[in-house]
Structure formats: structure tokens, C-alpha cells
């Protein structure tokens, strides 16, 4: 009896498809080798993250998924065991812990940008600049927590220096993080508050008063790779986007400076 044979079509198109995935990944190395990377961020540098990471993502293929929180928070969150791979603090002292106690490599850290205050309201009329603190034209003044958000720190430091500090300690309002303070102050729960340059940088709305800086010691804010990190490529890889022209043009349009590059590669 004579078998039929069957048509090559199912097969050749078998072969077809596997032959296009795999020029595909030759022609686009960086795709077939996309990873993610956990990172751990500083409330003040929110929004300015989120570019970053959209950026990062378009132009390497890794995605970084990013949580939010004070510094100090973020820090008991490492040290209990959260799996962080990155850590974009709002101080130098965190990272630099982290490196000491074996939670983070420490020839990979480095200030990514420097932070600045500002006196904000939404009433675009109250604020006229150092004056404003010591009037009775509001009730409440926010900060941040200055026991775990360096921002809050600075905003005693220039309450203290301006000589103002005594008499608005009972007016204050602390934010968990300066997410929250910021809030505070859009939401009306407090008329004035100490916030971060970066956070109204984008807008004109309201009054402000950019503290100097030399009220306040310099906000240096510190990244490092994190032990759980180590081996991860897209953790190092947006370290080094972190240095990177592409990033320090988007921290700039939030009011920072731009910090400093990496000591050593993050690969190194």
C-alpha cells in the first residue's frame, strides 16, 4: 500500500520562526538579556526616579521597580531583610552604614545628587522669604521626620539658624517622609512647610522662599549596590545609568545637583 506523505509545511514553519527569534536575539543582545532590579528609593526623589527608570527601561531593556519611603525606614527595611538590590538614600550616613554592616558593596557607592529645601505654600501670597517665619500669618508648618528623612534634619538646622526654631516647634506637623510633608502642605492640613526643591521645581504655583544653603548642612544623597544586588546585571547596569548624562539631565530639571559619578565602576 502506498503511504501518503505528509506536507513540510507545519515543519518548515517551525524552523522559520525559530530562525527569526534567534537572529532577533543576535541582532538584539540587550532584549534577550533584560532583567529587573528591585530598587529602594528616597521619598524626595520620587518623581525624578520614576523618569529615570522609564529612561533606563528604553534605552537597556531592565526594568527597575522602584518603592518609596524615608531614608531611615528604608534602612530597617535592608537591615531586616527586605530584598533590595539598589539603594537610593537622601543621606550619605545610610549607605555608608550599609557598606560597614556587610548590606551593601561599598567601593560602588557614590552621591548621585545633592537635594536643596524650600519654604513652600499654596497661597501664593504668604510666603516672602525668611520673614515669613517668624509672623503669625499660618498655624500649622510641616516637615519631615527629622529623625528619619535627612530633609526634615535640614529644616530644623535652618529653623535653629534663623533664630526661629523656639517659636514654631508647637506650629510643626511632621510627614512620615517628605512625600507626605509635601501633602500636607497641598492638602491645606498645614499652610507652610519645608519641602524639597525637586517637588515644586516643575511648577510656578503658590509662594516660595529656596532656603540657602548655607542654613543647612548639604544634602547629599548616596546609592550603592546592595549584597542582594550583587550579582544581578540590571542592578548594576542602573547604577551606572544613575551616573549617567541621561539621568543627571533629568535630576537637574528636578532642582538637584547633580552629585558625583561613581568612585568605581558598579560593575568593577
Not at 85 to 99: I, M, S, T
Not at 238 to 252: D, I, M, T
Request: aromatic fraction near 8%.
Amino acid at each position: 500500500m502506498r503511504r501518503t506523505r505528509r506536507p513540510l509545511t507545519h515543519s518548515i514553519s517551525i524552523f522559520s520562526t525559530a530562525a527569526v527569534l534567534t537572529a532577533a536575539a543576535i541582532l538584539y543582545p540587550g532584549s534577550a538579556r533584560a532583567g529587573e532590579v528591585k530598587v529602594a528609593v528616597a521619598a524626595n526623589f520620587t518623581q525624578a526616579a520614576k523618569d529615570i527608570a522609564a529612561l533606563f527601561e528604553r534605552e537597556t531593556g531592565h526594568k527597575a521597580v522602584l518603592s518609596f519611603g524615608s531614608t531611615g525606614q528604608i534602612y530597617t527595611q535592608i537591615a531586616k531583610g527586605a530584598p533590595f538590590e539598589v539603594f537610593l538614600a537622601a543621606d550619605r550616613a545610610r549607605p555608608r552604614k550599609a557598606g560597614a554592616d556587610g548590606l551593601g558593596i561599598e567601593q560602588t557607592r557614590f552621591t548621585y545628587a545633592t537635594g536643596k529645601i524650600v519654604l513652600y505654600s499654596r497661597n501664593p501670597d504668604l510666603i516672602e522669604g525668611p520673614s515669613t517665619l517668624k509672623k503669625s500669618g499660618f498655624s500649622k508648618i510641616a516637615i519631615a521626620n527629622p529623625v528619619t528623612a535627612p530633609y526634615g534634619a535640614a529644616a530644623i538646622e535652618a529653623m535653629e539658624k534663623l533664630g526661629a526654631y523656639a517659636a514654631l516647634k508647637d506650629k510643626i506637623v511632621q510627614g512620615n517622609n517628605i512625600a507626605q510633608t509635601h501633602q500636607f502642605v497641598q492638602s491645606g492640613n498645614a499652610e507652610v512647610g519645608f519641602v524639597a526643591l525637586s517637588q515644586v521645581a516643575p511648577h510656578q504655583d503658590g509662594s516660595r522662599w529656596p532656603v540657602p544653603q548655607n542654613l543647612y548642612t548639604p544634602i547629599a544623597q548616596d546609592a550603592i549596590l546592595l549584597t542582594a544586588g550583587k550579582d544581578n546585571p540590571a542592578a548594576r547596569a542602573f547604577l551606572r545609568f544613575l551616573g549617567g548624562p541621561a539621568a543627571n539631565k533629568v535630576k537637574e530639571a528636578f532642582g538637584y545637583g547633580v552629585g558625583e559619578p561613581p568612585k568605581t565602576r558598579p560593575d568593577a
